[in-house]
Structures are given as structure tokens and as C-alpha cells.
């Protein structure tokens, strides 16, 4: 194996360019069969590394750009390239776009030898690959797309985020080769996020799920998934900001405040889903003796008697607040 990877960098000193030096540690990982591994990973990576220093210095992009690829990516290729054409990263009058600059390989590395068909025994050399199984890291992917979208509005706060630092890539959401980026559609979104959000799956089956994954708003609508500045990556910086935004006639203020109401509304609600009604986190009146032991020993007429059985909403029907409660 060892012989092989030194042939093929023997062949390929002109490659990619210098951003790429600390691209794909293993690159050649995937195209190489189990049986051939002997070497150690140490010794793998840094002949890689040798590699990919070489072919990013010397920046080999082709001459014909897009054409040259789709010579073999068109649409007859089991790994058909041609969807990007559906997409505003296909276009070429969109400005800084990847068609203004290297076409594909602004995305994908320059070309170098890729295009040379490999003989028996040997690897054709790879193109920086993206998703949950390219050999590429997910941090030498996400900078490829930063490279463009580092300063677009809200993502500045990527780096640091919950996602970023869990290794979560920007296509481990986004599909570019494609028209419809599912992740971007309030319906399909649902199905994005709860591929690794398992338990968000579980809130449909609930009797209370705020109607998450049904089209009506989407995930997105209280989180930023390129992170933010506020707990949990939401949207807002508070959670009463984040309800309120649709919930506003819960805001107030009024006249006569219920203190827990006006602070957190996640005392009593869980915001995905409950097995109570309302989202509630707990059943009545349970939920209000968390905090009211012993009321009423000083209302006149003793209600305490005729609260036994009876719901607290009975008689305090403005729960969120209003001109009594
Ligand atoms: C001569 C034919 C040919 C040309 C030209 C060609 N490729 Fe490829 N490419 C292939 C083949 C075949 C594969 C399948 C993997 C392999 O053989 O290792 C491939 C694989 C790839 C992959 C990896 C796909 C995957 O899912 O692993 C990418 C990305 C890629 N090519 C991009 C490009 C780009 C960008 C260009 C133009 C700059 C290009 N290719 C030009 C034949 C070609
Ligand atoms: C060469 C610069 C460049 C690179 C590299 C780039 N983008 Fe873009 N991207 C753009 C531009 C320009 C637009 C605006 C397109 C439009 O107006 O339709 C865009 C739009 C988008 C959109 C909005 C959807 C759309 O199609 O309009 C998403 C999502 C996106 N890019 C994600 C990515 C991801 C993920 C990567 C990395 C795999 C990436 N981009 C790499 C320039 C780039
Ligand atoms: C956890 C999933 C997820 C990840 C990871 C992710 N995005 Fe997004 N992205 C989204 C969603 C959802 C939207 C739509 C936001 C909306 O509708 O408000 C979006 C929108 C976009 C847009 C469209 C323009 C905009 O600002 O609304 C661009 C560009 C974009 N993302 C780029 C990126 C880049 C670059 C990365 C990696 C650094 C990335 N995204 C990582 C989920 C993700
Ligand atoms: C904006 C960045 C970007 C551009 C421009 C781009 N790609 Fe891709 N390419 C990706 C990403 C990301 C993927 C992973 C799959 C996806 O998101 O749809 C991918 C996947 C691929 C694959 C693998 C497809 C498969 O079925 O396994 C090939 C081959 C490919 N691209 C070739 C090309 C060619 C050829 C072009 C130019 C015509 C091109 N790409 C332009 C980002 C890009
Ligand atoms: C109505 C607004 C809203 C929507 C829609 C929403 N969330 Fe949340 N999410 C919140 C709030 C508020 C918190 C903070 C909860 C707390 O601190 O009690 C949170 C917390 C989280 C957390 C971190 C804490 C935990 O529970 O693990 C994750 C992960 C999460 N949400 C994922 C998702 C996913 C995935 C979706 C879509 C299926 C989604 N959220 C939809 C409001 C929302
Ligand atoms: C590829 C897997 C993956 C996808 C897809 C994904 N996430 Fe995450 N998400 C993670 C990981 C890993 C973490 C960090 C560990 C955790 O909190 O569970 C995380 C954390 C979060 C958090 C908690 C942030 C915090 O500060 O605690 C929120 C909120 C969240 N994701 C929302 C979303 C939303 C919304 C989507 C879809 C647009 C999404 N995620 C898609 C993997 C993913
Ligand atoms: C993007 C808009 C939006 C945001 C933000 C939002 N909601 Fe909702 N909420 C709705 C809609 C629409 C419904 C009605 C659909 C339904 O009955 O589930 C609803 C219903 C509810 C219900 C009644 C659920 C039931 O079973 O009848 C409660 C309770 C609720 N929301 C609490 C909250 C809390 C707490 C937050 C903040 C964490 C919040 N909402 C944020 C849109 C939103
Ligand atoms: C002290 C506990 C508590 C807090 C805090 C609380 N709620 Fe509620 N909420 C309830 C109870 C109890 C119900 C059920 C009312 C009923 O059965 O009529 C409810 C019902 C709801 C409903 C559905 C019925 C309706 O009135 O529209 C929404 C929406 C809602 N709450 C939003 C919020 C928002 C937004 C906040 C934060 C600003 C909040 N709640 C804070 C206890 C609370
Ligand atoms: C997280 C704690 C908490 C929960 C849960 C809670 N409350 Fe309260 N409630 C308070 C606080 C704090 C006050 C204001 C302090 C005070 O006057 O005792 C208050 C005030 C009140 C008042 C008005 C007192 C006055 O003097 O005007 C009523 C009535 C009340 N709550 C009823 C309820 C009911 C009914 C529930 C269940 C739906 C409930 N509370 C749930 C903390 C809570
Ligand atoms: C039969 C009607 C009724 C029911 C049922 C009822 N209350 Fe009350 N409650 C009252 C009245 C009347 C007052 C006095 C209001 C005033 O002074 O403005 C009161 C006052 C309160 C106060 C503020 C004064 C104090 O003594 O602490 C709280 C807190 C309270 N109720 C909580 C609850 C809770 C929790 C429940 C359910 C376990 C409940 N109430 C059920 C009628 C009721």
C-alpha cells in the first residue's frame, strides 16, 4: 500500500493550493481496501499530508473548468454532477458565486491528476469530498464554504457554536447538488435536524408536540443552527422573547403580572413537547404546588376548603396574566 500512495505521489507534484494544506488528513482512506492497509495511520497521514502540500502549492486547476468534469459527471455518471445547475451555486451570473471563480473546483480542489484513469492496482486521485462520509475533516470542509460565507449575516457566530465545535458540517444540513435543500424547507427540515436529534423524533408521538415537523414553522423558526449568542442557540436572547415572538398576546405587560409567567415561561411548559396537554411539564395542580405550598390561609371566606378537587384554573383563569389572576 505504502508503494502505492508513494507512486501516486511521485506522479502528482502539482497539485491544489495553499489553503488546502491541512485538507483531508485521510483522503485516500475511502478508495483504499481493507486488505491493503498495512501501514500505520501516523505513517498514512503524513505522507498525505506530503501529498496535499504538494497539490495545493502548485494549484493545477483545469482548463476547461466545468466542462472538463462533466465530460464524466454528466447525467449518464452514477456520480452525476449536473444538480448544482438547479441551484444558485450553479449560476453563473450570481455574483461571487463558484462559477465566477474556479467552477467546480472552487468547491471541490483543483483537478491536478483526477481526471488521469487510473492504472490496475492504483487509486484515481481524490477531489475534496464533503458529507457524513467523506474522508475529508468536517472543519477543511466547512472552511471551503466559509471561505465565502464567513461574513454572511448570522454566521460569524459559527465558530464556537454548539454545531461547529461538535463537528457537525454545513452539509451534514445543507444539500447543494440539488434544487430543494430540505433543510431550508420548513416541512422537510424536521426530517434534518431529527436524524441526529433522536428524541425530537419521539415529540410527535406526544400528546402535546407545539405541532413540530408539520409545516407550520420549523425548527429554525426559535433556533439559529449556525449558532447565536444566547443559550441553546436560540433565536432570541431570551425564551419569553422566543414565545412572544408568535405568542404575543401573552407578552404583557399587565396589570396584574403572574411573577413566574413574566420570567421564564419554560417553568411550566417544555417547549418541543409534553405528555400533558399545553406543553405543560407537569400535570395540574401539581405543576402549581411546586411553588404554592399552603396558599389561601389568608383569603377570606375560606377557599381553602372549596379548592379540594377542584382545578386551580377554575377560579384563576388568567394563569399567563391580566386584570386578576
Ligand atoms: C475522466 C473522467 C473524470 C473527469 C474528467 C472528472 N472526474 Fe471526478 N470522478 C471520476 C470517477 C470515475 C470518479 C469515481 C471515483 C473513483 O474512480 O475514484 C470520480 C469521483 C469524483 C468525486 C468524488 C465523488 C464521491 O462521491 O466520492 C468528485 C467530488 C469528483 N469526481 C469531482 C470532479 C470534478 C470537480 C471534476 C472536474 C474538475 C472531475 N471530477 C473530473 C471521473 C472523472
Ligand atoms: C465561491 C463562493 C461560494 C462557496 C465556496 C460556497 N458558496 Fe454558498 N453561496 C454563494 C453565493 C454567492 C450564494 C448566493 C446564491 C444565490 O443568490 O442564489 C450562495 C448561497 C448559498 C446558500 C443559500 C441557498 C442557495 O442556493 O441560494 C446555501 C445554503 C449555501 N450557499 C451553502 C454553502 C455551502 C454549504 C458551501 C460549502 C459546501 C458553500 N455554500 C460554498 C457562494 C459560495
Ligand atoms: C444544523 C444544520 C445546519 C448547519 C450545520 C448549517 N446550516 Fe446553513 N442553514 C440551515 C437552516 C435551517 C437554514 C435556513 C434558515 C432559515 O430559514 O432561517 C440555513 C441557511 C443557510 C444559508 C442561506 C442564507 C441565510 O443566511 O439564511 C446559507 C448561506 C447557509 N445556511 C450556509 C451555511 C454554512 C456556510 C454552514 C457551515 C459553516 C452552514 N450553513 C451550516 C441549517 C444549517
Ligand atoms: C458550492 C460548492 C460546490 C460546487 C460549485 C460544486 N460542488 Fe460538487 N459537491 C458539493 C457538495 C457539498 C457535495 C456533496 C453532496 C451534496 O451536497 O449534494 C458535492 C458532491 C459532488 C459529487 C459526488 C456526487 C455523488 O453522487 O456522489 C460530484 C461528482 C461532484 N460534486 C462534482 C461536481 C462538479 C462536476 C461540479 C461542477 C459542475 C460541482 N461538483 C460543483 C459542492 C459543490
Ligand atoms: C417554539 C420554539 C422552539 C422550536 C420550534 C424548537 N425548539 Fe428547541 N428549544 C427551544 C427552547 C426555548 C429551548 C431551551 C429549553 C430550556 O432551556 O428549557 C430549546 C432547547 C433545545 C435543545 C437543547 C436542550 C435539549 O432539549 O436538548 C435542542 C438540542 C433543541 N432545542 C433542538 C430542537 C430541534 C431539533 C427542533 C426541531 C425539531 C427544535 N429544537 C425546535 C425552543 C424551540
Ligand atoms: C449531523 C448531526 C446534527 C444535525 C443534522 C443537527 N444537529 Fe443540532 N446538534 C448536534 C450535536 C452533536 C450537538 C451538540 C450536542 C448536543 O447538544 O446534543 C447539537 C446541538 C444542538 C443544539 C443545542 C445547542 C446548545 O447550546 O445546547 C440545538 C438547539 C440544535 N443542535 C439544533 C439543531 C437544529 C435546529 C437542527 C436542524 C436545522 C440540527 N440541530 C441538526 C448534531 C446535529
Ligand atoms: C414560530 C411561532 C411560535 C413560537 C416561536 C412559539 N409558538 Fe407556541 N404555538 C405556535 C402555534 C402555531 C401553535 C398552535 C399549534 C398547536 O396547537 O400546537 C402553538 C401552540 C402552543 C401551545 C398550546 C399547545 C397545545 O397543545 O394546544 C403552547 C402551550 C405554546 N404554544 C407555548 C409556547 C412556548 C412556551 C413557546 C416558547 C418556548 C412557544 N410556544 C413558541 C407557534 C409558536
Ligand atoms: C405558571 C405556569 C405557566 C407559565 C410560567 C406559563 N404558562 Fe402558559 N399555560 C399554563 C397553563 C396552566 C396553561 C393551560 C391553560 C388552560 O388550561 O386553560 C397554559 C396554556 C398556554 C397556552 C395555550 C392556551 C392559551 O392560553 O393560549 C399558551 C399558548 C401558553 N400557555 C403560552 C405561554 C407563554 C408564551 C408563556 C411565557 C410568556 C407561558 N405560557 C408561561 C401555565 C403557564
Ligand atoms: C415557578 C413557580 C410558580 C408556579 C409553577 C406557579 N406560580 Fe403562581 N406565583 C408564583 C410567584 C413567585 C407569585 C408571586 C409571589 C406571590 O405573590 O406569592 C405567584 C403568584 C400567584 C397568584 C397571585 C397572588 C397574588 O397575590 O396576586 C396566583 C393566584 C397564583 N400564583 C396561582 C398559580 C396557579 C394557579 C399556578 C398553577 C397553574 C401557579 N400559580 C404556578 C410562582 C409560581
Ligand atoms: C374556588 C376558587 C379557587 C380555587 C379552586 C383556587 N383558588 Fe386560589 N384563590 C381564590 C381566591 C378567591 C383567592 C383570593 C384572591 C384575592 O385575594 O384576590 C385566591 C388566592 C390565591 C393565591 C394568592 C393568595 C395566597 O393565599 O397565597 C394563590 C397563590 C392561589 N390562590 C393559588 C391557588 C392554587 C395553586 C390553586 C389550585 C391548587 C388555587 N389557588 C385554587 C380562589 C380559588
Redesign the pocket.
Known sequence: MKKILRNIFQQHKTLFFSVWVSVALCVFSAAVSAELIELSVQDLQQDINVLLEEKFKTANYSQRGADTCLACHNQYSDKDATGIFSSGHGRVDIKDGPFQRQECETCHGPIGEHATWPEEGQVREPMVTFGENSPVSKHNQ?SV??NC?QD????TT?LGSA?QSND???T???TLHQGDDK??DKTD?YQ??TSCHQERKMDKHKRSNHMLGEGLY?C?SCHN??GTLNQNMLIQPTINQTCTECHTEKRGPFLNEHAPVAEDCALCHSPHSSNERYLLKQRMPFLCKNCHVGQHQNVAGNVGSAINGKSCLNCHSDIHGGNQL
Request: a positive charge; proline letters at 4%.
Open positions: 466547512n464554504c466559509l460565507h454572511d449575516h448570522n454566521k459559527w454545531h457537525v458540517g454545513c451534514s444540513c445543507h433543510v431550508r427540515q434534518v435536524c420549523a429554525s443552527p449556525h
